[in-house]
Nanobody, 122 residues
């Protein structure tokens, strides 16, 4: 599975962005997908995950109520809608895929996209 993340950019505090993660290669519908982020000088952290069916979702406490993950398996695409953005959301955002279900640990994901930069100005 190859993953391509996009949609990052510069936004003001309180603004919104929608990230996309497009998969290519082998069948994508069996994979759960997670979003992670890594701020400068910090470790990569879990943001959200969605099961392959889209029924189960899981969020980090820091984004719960502000971010929403969804997927369109017909288009091999997973979305991360980010609302009420804060400066502390500034990071490179990565999507990743796994057959292990909705996991919050990066090591449980087998395929990774290249990352897209989100910058939230104060």
């Amino acid at each position: 599975v190859q993953l391509q993340a996009s949609g990052g950019g510069l936004v003001q505090t309180g603004g919104s962005l929608r990230l996309s993660c497009v998969a290519s290669g082998r069948a994508f519908s069996g994979y759960a997908v997670g979003w992670f982020r890594q701020a400068l000088g910090k470790e990569r952290e879990f943001v959200a995950a969605i099961s392959w069916s889209g029924v189960s979702t899981y969020y980090a406490e820091s984004v719960k109520g502000r971010f929403s993950i969804s997927r369109d398996n017909a288009k091999n695409t997973v979305f991360l809608q980010m609302n009420i953005l804060k400066p502390e959301d500034t990071a490179v955002y990565y999507c990743a895929a796994t057959l292990r279900g909705t996991r919050s640990t990066a090591s449980e994901y087998d395929y990774w996209g290249q990352g897209t930069l989100v910058t939230v100005s104060s």
